[in-house]
């Protein structure tokens, strides 16, 4: 029986002993595996992503800013300096050309219309009688040829006289400025309302003497407005300069239906300005460090090799190189920050 219980006892010691030695040898086995990773990527390399370098044609895209202005845009001016008797329009009024925009209250400033008045009646009255005295022999033709030349100027002096004391709008189209109340004297000459054609409009852009080369008449332009993208196109480029601003005054017309731009507005839009081809490489594959844009490419032994590139029109996923890397060359997009020059890389998937 003693026999018996000492060799279970013996049994049990060495079951717990080679369990033991069994937990060592995965722990060790685990803290190599921990250990070795360097070692594994010296063997078989540092992993990373790549692309091939391709000929590609991008568009150069690029952003200015303007205020929008109604096509065919006039402005209605007062011709007499009296106070505003009655306006006849708001702005949104559609108007059509010659349209009676406002009236000013009589004055001795206006007489001459009453004036022109009675030159036309005094001047029929007079063809009148002259032409009743040659019917009887008394004056010739051409008498009655000068009363009537005198009267059709008398007419002509009395819609001078009636426009200038009324406003008429200078061209069809919609009211987007009234820029006086009734009561209020705008003065000789001063603007009181702009009509424009709002089916139409444009967006003046202020343009350097640098950038003008980038514009094409009939460029594609996008203005994105509330999330809704408004599709236009470049209408004119100017062959000189503001002589004050120094600014080529480029416009671009957008088709605008639905009123959605609107007189006034400041935008920003994008001018498809230029199409190049080059070589190509996705934007994330260029490292900017110390004023310098370099890539990674894998080198036909499988090494890593850091280039420094000159960079030219960029897209949003793409950029051109202009100077340092070749078509097919194999470019590191994800991975190249752990990278030095010479180690082994790893191409995954």
Excluded: H
């Amino acid at each position: 029986m003693k026999t018996i219980t000492k060799t279970l006892i013996t049994i049990s010691a060495l079951s717990l002993l080679l369990a033991g030695c069994g937990e060592a040898k995965k722990d060790a086995k685990s803290e190599k595996k921990v250990s070795t990773i360097e070692e594994i990527q010296k063997v078989k390399g540092k992993p990373a992503r790549v692309v091939k370098a391709n000929i590609v044609k991008l568009t150069d895209v690029r952003a200015f800013s303007g205020t929008i202005e109604g096509s065919q845009q006039t402005t209605a001016t007062a011709k007499l300096g009296d106070p505003i008797a009655k306006i006849n329009v708001k702005v949104g009024s559609k108007v059509k050309k010659d349209q009676v925009l406002a009236k000013f209250v009589f004055t001795g400033d206006n007489t001459s219309y009453q004036q022109a008045k009675a030159n036309i009646e005094l001047s029929e009255k007079t063809l009148a009688r002259t032409k009743e005295v040659q019917a009887k022999g008394g004056v010739s033709q051409q008498d009655v040829d000068q009363l009537e030349t005198k009267l059709n100027v008398d007419k002509m002096n009395l819609e001078t006289a009636r426009r200038a004391t009324l406003v008429l709008a200078p061209s069809s189209g919609t009211v987007t400025e009234v820029k006086y109340k009734v009561g209020e004297v705008p003065g000789v000459g001063g603007a009181m309302f702009t009509i424009a054609n709002l089916d139409k409009v444009i967006l003046k852009l202020n343009v350097t003497s640098s950038e003008i080369g980038f514009f094409k008449k009939g460029a594609k332009a996008t203005i994105e407005l509330n999330g809704e993208k408004l599709q236009g196109e470049v209408s004119l480029i100017p062959l000189a300069a503001n002589p004050i601003t120094r600014f080529f005054p480029v416009e671009v017309t957008f088709k605008n239906k639905n009123r959605k731009l609107l007189p006034g507005m400041y935008l920003t839009t994008k001018i498809d300005a230029r199409e190049v081809t080059g070589v190509t490489v996705p934007v994330e594959a260029i490292v900017y460090s110390n004023g310098v844009n370099s890539v990674w490419i894998v080198d036909k032994e499988g090494k890593a090799k850091r280039k420094i590139v000159q960079l030219g029109v960029q897209t949003k996923t793409d950029i051109q190189i202009k100077d340092g890397l070749n078509e097919g060359d194999i470019v590191m997009v994800e991975g190249q920050n752990r990278m030095n020059d010479g180690d082994k890389v790893l191409i995954v998937e």
